[in-house]
C-alpha cells in the first residue's frame, strides 16, 4: 500500500518516465508489471505494482506535456531508496499479534481494531451501574456557602461518584437522605429497583441510634462481611478510613449487601471521611 504518487523502480533515479497503469484502491493495475524505465500512478491505499519497489510522491514530480497523446508521462524530481512510501501488507499488525487483552475496555479505537482483523463478536462484562448515597442530618452540598450549626459539607459522595467514573462506571447519584428509616428506605428502595449494580452508601454504619444504615441494609439482602474488632477480616470488597479526631486512620470493612438477585464484585478503595458502607 502507498501514498499518492508513482511506484517506481529506485534504481531508476530522477527523469522522465511514461505512465503505464493506474493502481487506485482495491484492485487495479493486477496485470500490469512495472519495470525499468517506467512508473505507474498509485493512490494512497492502493496496492504497489508489481516490479516497482518505491513510491515518489506526487509532491516531488511534475506532469509531462506530450504533444503525440499516446502515453501519459510524468518527471520525477527526486532519488528514493527501496521500500520509500509503501506500506507491507501485514506491516500494521504481525500474524499471531494479541491486539487486546482480557480486561481492557472496549472504546473508539478498540472497535476499530477489531473490526481491521475481523472480530465482530467479543465476550464482554456489562457497564457496572454505581448508585451513591450519603446519609447524615449534619450533610450539606458542597455549594452551601454558610455552615449551620453542627453542618459539614458532603465530601464523600461526589469522591466516590468521581472514583466510579474514572472506573469508567455508569453513576447514579442519590443525593443526601437524612436519619430517619422512612428517608434511608425510600431512597435505597428505589436504587434497588432501579437494578444498580453497587450501591454505595456513606455514613450511618456506627453503634449510634441514629446509625440506620446497616439495621435497614439488613432488611433488603444478606449481610457478607461486617465490621469486627475481634476478626481480622480481608478488605477488598468494600473499604473505609476513619478520620474521626482522636482516631488513628485505619482501614474498616464494612457492611455489603448482596440482593437475593445480584452478584458482587471487587470494589476499589481506599475511601476517606466517614465510614464508607456498600
Known amino acids: 500500500m502507498a501514498q499518492d504518487g508513482y511506484a517506481v523502480v529506485s534504481s531508476d533515479g530522477p527523469g522522465e518516465y511514461p505512465i503505464i497503469t493506474e493502481s487506485r ?28 519497489d518505491s513510491v515518489v510522491q506526487i509532491e516531488d514530480s511534475e506532469p509531462v506535456n506530450d504533444i503525440t497523446n499516446v502515453r501519459k508521462r510524468v518527471k520525477i524530481l527526486v532519488e528514493v531508496p527501496r521500500g520509500h512510501d509503501i506500506r507491507e501488507v501485514g506491516s500494521d499488525i504481525q500474524k499471531g499479534a494479541v491486539v487486546l487483552r482480557s480486561g481492557e475496555l472496549i472504546g473508539i479505537a478498540e472497535i476499530g481494531l477489531l473490526a481491521t482483523v475481523g472480530v465482530t463478536t467479543v465476550k464482554v462484562y456489562p457497564t457496572p451501574k454505581v448508585a451513591v448515597l450519603s446519609t447524615g442530618d449534619e450533610l450539606v452540598v458542597p455549594s452551601t456557602k454558610s455552615l449551620g450549626r453542627g453542618q459539614i459539607r458532603d465530601s464523600n459522595r461526589p469522591m466516590l461518584l468521581t472514583a466510579a467514573l474514572q472506573y469508567q462506571c455508569k453513576v447514579v447519584d442519590l443525593g443526601i437522605a437524612c436519619d430517619s428509616e422512612e428517608s434511608i428506605n425510600k431512597i435505597v428502595d428505589a436504587a434497588i429497583e432501579s437494578k444498580v449494580d453497587v450501591l454505595l452508601t456513606s ?11 446497616k439495621p435497614i441494609l439488613k432488611t433488603k439482602g444478606t449481610i457478607l462481611f461486617q465490621k469486627d474488632r475481634h476478626q481480622h477480616l480481608p478488605a477488598t470488597l468494600a473499604l473505609g478510613v476513619s478520620t474521626y479526631p482522636g482516631v488513628p486512620p485505619g482501614v474498616h470493612p464494612m457492611g455489603l449487601i448482596r440482593p437475593a438477585d445480584r452478584t458482587t464484585q471487587p470494589i476499589p478503595g481506599p ?6 458502607g456498600c
Do not use: K
Not at 25 to 38: F, R
Not at 203 to 213: E, F, N, T, Y
Open 271 to 276: 475511601t476517606t471521611g466517614n465510614p464508607i
Open 203 to 213: 455514613g450511618g454504619v456506627s453503634m449510634g441510634d441514629r446509625d440506620l444504615v
Open 25 to 52: 484502491a482495491g484492485n487495479d493495475g493486477a496485470d500490469v508489471e512495472v519495470t525499468p524505465g517506467t512508473v505507474a500512478y498509485v493512490t494512497t491505499g492502493g496496492p504497489v505494482p508489481h516490479g516497482a
